[in-house]
């Protein structure tokens, strides 16, 4: 059944619905690309990351309660470690009000890409009657070697970079493929937020980075082409995301639709 849901994402029967923009699963660090391996904290906040936004409880179903994550671990050098057992919940605070999230401090021992990856229980939208799961990755950098960063994790639905996701200065292209299943997804819609508040604690800062001029500068969107290839240039230093609306197909989950994401942050820095 797997491998017919993604066959119909990649023959682009594909529905993508207005509920699940502007939402973006993040796995957020402070640095991407260290000198030397050390304890990193990681938060798993559900949220909208440009306007330091409502925040959702992750998991989250029709009927108020809480599931937890399906999935979360770190895969270096080709290894991965199960990591689920370690989140602990916490309380995240946006400008508007404050929702269940996760985080975890983690060791990074030895040189090389740590890939982190989580898969959450789906998250019910009420305002469009559907469920949101966004698989999410994000990579930390030690030392400059690079191992894992463009190795597929073998979730449900990826995004696979093309370019080094920690090590991109300010104006440089991200590219990456999206896949289901392990099969590139056509012509499909990227969603892109930039991280416009600063995280302290467990909650945003009040004070945000630039102002939009317009709401369509605040989720941006972008096609992927013909192999499931996207590119975007990077116009300021922070975090982005990139949000595959629907990569996994047409699913349902609880009798309703579910938007199967692929989800992936990428960090840019100024050349000074």
Known sequence: MKKVICLLAVLGLVMVTGSAFAHFQTIYTEESA???GKEINLKL???HPFEAGHTMDIGKDDAGTIHPPKGFGVMHKGRKKDLLGKLKPITFRSLTNEGR????????RGMGDFIFYFNPAPYYEGSEDIYIQHVTKMIVNVAGAPTDWDAEVGLPVEIVPLDKPYALWT???FRGVVKCDGRPVPDIEIEVEYMNHDIRG????KKAKVEAPQDSF?????????NGVFTFGIPKAGWWGFAALGAGGD???KGKELSLDAVIWVQARDMK
């Open 202 to 205: 467990n909650a945003f800062a």
């Open 101 to 108: 999230a996760y985080e975890i401090n983690y060791k990074l």
């Open 171 to 173: 104006g440089n292209v």
């Open 218 to 226: 605040v989720t941006q969107t972008i096609k992927a082409d013909s």
């Open 34 to 36: 260290l000198e030397k």
């Open 45 to 47: 906040i559900f949220t």
């Open 251 to 253: 699913v349902t989950h």
